[in-house]
């Protein structure tokens, strides 16, 4: 999957796979993790948000069932 690069204190890319509705993101400290169900709208609203670290805190990291990829 390709990840995009993006701006956040914590987070490095975010990739994501609009049939599977997954969401891979790689952290700054070098972790995969695949999240899965990701409705398109919370993929683009955490790309269009001004502190994705927050986004990603309170809309996706507890809401949706994830694996570690890496």
């Known amino acids: ?3 995009l690069l993006v ?3 914590r ?5 994501y ?3 599977k509705g997954d969401m ?3 952290t700054k400290a070098g972790e995969i993790l695949l999240y ?6 919370t993929y683009l609203a ?3 948000s001004d502190s ?3 986004y990603f805190d309170e809309n996706i990291k507890d809401v949706f069932i994830f694996k570690k990829v890496k």
């Open 52 to 54: 994705k670290d927050v």
């Open 24 to 26: 891979e993101v790689e």
């Open 46 to 48: 955490l790309m269009n």
């Open 1 to 3: 999957m390709e990840r």
């Open 7 to 9: 701006e956040a204190e």
């Open 11 to 15: 987070l490095s890319s975010v990739g």
């Open 36 to 41: 899965m169900g990701v409705p398109a709208a």
């Open 17 to 19: 796979n609009a049939r």
